[in-house]
């Protein structure tokens, strides 16, 4: 195979114009499951793959399959993807550099005269964000077995919408029993990705080579009080939903900043309150709490702690509650082979690499139940990340894709 050439004007060019593909005015990006934005999103993507000669499929829930025939079609083909789904109010390169990418990665070997032996396919993975359901990875949560049918059925998004009545939105056809993977139906999977943390830039890095995922888990938490006049309902006498939430809030910190492990990390990313007037006493509030570990010893008693915080709290306020975990998943070990096939492609290409944890949550996390899987990160400046100003350089994408490329190449030989 001749030197692989990676086309970085071409890649951001492309990047640049998905994220001109939003519900937002730019440079936010927002396209959230199967809106109109994450539609129009997926058909630019699947415009690439055509343009390059990949046979498209798509599965129950939406996943995008391109793949690029091997010569042998027997054997199990090697994947990489990312998502192009965006929260509200973000940037341009989360995911979209794991999928964009990994196209011109293909693109580039298909360039340099590569034949793979094996196949080797991109997955744009359906709802990585959480933002429609209030759990992220949806769609590589159902390929990899790890959300059952009944979970899939009872998710309700903020009007009470169902999945079924957003797979009809999103063209989804058929029935989602068929969207798991069988186990080891692929040889690996690589993800490229922004590290979305400051390491690799504070170290001055060129590439991460992801060795295992953290444990992620999200509570949600609905409060109800009683609400009253502000003026005429007298403190001693109130049941403030809202307040209820800032203690919880406030509890969610204190778990977090207790377990002894500098890797815990709490979040109360969501709290709205009803019915949102000033002169009001909020009767209603809505809480979605995120608690990562490294550790899910130290991420499960934190977890409890909260749980435990709750109920005291919401007795002593005389606020009834529901308390439900989304998810709580275990932390992903990497496979060993992968890793050291991804950090020596790295290195000879000249690249410094260091080995790391991604404290971020991924689709890997869920497709190293089906299959062998790394990450491949690159830096983002000053590790900022589901913001505007979200940014890589081409230089440093272009580093990223090479790696991928090469790693490909090795997996598919």
């Not at 692989?4 to 990047?15: D, F, G, M, P, Y």
């Not at 109800?224 to 939903?241: E, F, I, N, Q, W």
């Not at 109920?311 to 975990?325: N, P, V």
Request: with cysteine.
């Amino acid at each position: 195979m001749k030197s692989v050439s990676i086309n970085a004007a071409r890649l951001q060019q492309e990047i640049d114009d998905l994220a001109l593909i939003t519900e937002a005015a730019p440079p936010v990006v927002t396209r959230v499951l199967f809106g109109e934005a994450d539609l129009r999103g997926r058909v630019f993507v699947k415009n690439i793959c055509r343009e390059i000669g990949l046979t498209i499929r798509e599965d129950a829930v939406g996943n995008i399959f391109a793949r690029w025939e091997g010569a042998d079609k027997n054997l199990p083909a090697v994947a990489t993807g990312s998502h192009t789904d965006a929260i509200p109010n973000a940037g341009k390169y989360d995911g979209v550099v794991g999928v964009l990418g990994a196209l011109e990665a293909i693109h580039a070997l298909q360039a340099a005269g590569f034949q793979p032996k094996r196949s080797i396919e991109l997955i744009v993975f359906t709802s990585e964000e959480p933002t429609r359901f209030g759990i992220g990875c949806l769609g590589s949560r159902l390929l990899g077995g790890v959300l059952s049918l009944e979970r899939a059925a009872a998710l309700r998004d903020r009007d009470a919408q169902d999945l079924e009545f957003w797979r009809a939105q999103g063209g989804c056809k058929g029935d989602l029993s068929s969207v798991k993977l069988p186990k080891d139906c692929y040889a690996a999977f690589v993800e490229l990705h922004i590290e979305q943390g400051p390491i690799l830039e504070a170290e001055k890095l060129d590439i991460g080579v992801v060795e295992k995922i953290a444990a992620p888990s999200t509570l949600r938490v609905q409060l109800t009080g009683v609400g009253g006049h502000a003026g005429a309902t007298l403190m001693p006498g109130r049941r403030d939903a809202a307040l209820a939430g800032a203690e919880i809030a406030l509890a969610v910190e204190r778990a977090a900043t207790t377990t002894g492990n500098p890797d815990t990390v709490g979040t109360t990313g969501i709290f709205r309150i009803e019915p949102g007037a000033v002169n009001s006493v909020p009767c209603q509030a809505y809480l979605e709490i995120d608690l990562r570990d490294t550790l899910v010893k130290t991420r499960d008693a934190a977890l409890v702690q909260i749980e435990t915080a709750v109920k005291e709290i919401c007795g002593r306020r005389q606020i009834e509650f529901t308390m439900e975990r989304l998810n709580v998943d275990p932390p992903a070990i990497c496979d060993a082979q992968t890793v050291s096939i991804a950090e020596s492609a790295a290195r000879q290409l000249g690249f410094t690499v260091k080995r790391m944890i991604s404290r971020a949550y991924h689709d890997s996390l869920f497709m190293a139940q089906v299959c062998p899987t790394t990450m491949i990160f690159i830096p983002c400046h000053k590790g900022y990340s589901h913001r505007p100003d979200e940014y890589s350089s081409p230089a440093q994408i272009a580093k990223g894709v090479a790696v991928l490329a090469q790693t490909l190449a090795k997996l598919a030989e």
